[in-house]
């Protein structure tokens, strides 16, 4: 089954267009080389839905991504989950990861990615993917690969941050994030001042899922 394009009716509040102005017309900043399909048993040539929730840490990419995924019942994968050791304690004590400690984490989660493809397997996966270079790591195939920017303002990320608990990533690192961010020009912008349920709502009816 082929998801569309959609218009842009009431979302404004929620979505935003790549210039930040609505669009009227076919919303083609979603996705705009070309259209998903999502794995359908009777079409062995479709290819499985691959969504990518991306953001700074505290911008709820787990959070959105959990529902997506229970939405859609697929999978969903926590790219945090797959850091390895080495970059858990760097970021455990306050330090920044720089390109070389991140390329080996990314090379981990396009495995992952390209295994969910091989497999007909779709999947929602959280992930910061800061930079264009990563995403380009990411997305293994972009005919059915996908991009989520939660994007948020710096003091509204950091009182969450200061609220979450159990997490290696401390508030602290929260300048390096923004730093380092290359907002996407090829994804769906989401505010994450609204609540879960409302972002996770928009971009359910904005994607056709």
Not at 84 to 112: S, Y
């Amino acid at each position: 089954m082929r998801l569309r394009p959609t218009v842009t009716r009431d979302l404004r509040s929620v979505l935003y267009p790549i210039d930040g102005v609505p669009n009227r017309r076919l919303n083609t900043h979603v996705f705009p080389d070309c259209s998903m399909t999502r794995i359908d048993s009777s079409t062995s040539e479709d290819l499985p839905f691959i969504l990518i929730v991306m953001g700074v840490s505290g911008s709820g990419k787990t959070t959105i991504g959990q529902w997506l995924s229970a939405k859609l019942g697929c999978s969903f994968l926590d790219a945090d989950d797959f850091h390895p050791p080495g970059n858990v304690r760097k970021m455990a004590v306050g330090d920044a990861l720089t390109d070389e400690d991140r390329w080996p984490w990314l090379e981990i989660l396009a495995a992952k990615i390209h295994e969910h493809i091989h497999n007909k397997q779709p999947m929602v996966m959280a992930c910061s993917a800061l930079k264009q270079a990563y995403r380009r790591v990411l997305r293994v195939d972009s005919a059915c690969v996908r991009f989520v920017y939660l994007k948020g303002d710096y003091d509204t990320i950091l009182r969450r941050m200061h609220m979450r608990q159990s997490h290696f990533m401390k508030a602290s690192l929260l300048k390096s994030q923004f730093e380092a961010l290359e907002e996407p020009s090829r994804a769906t912008v989401v505010n994450i001042e609204a609540s879960p349920s409302e972002i996770g709502s928009a971009i359910w009816r904005e994607l056709e899922l």
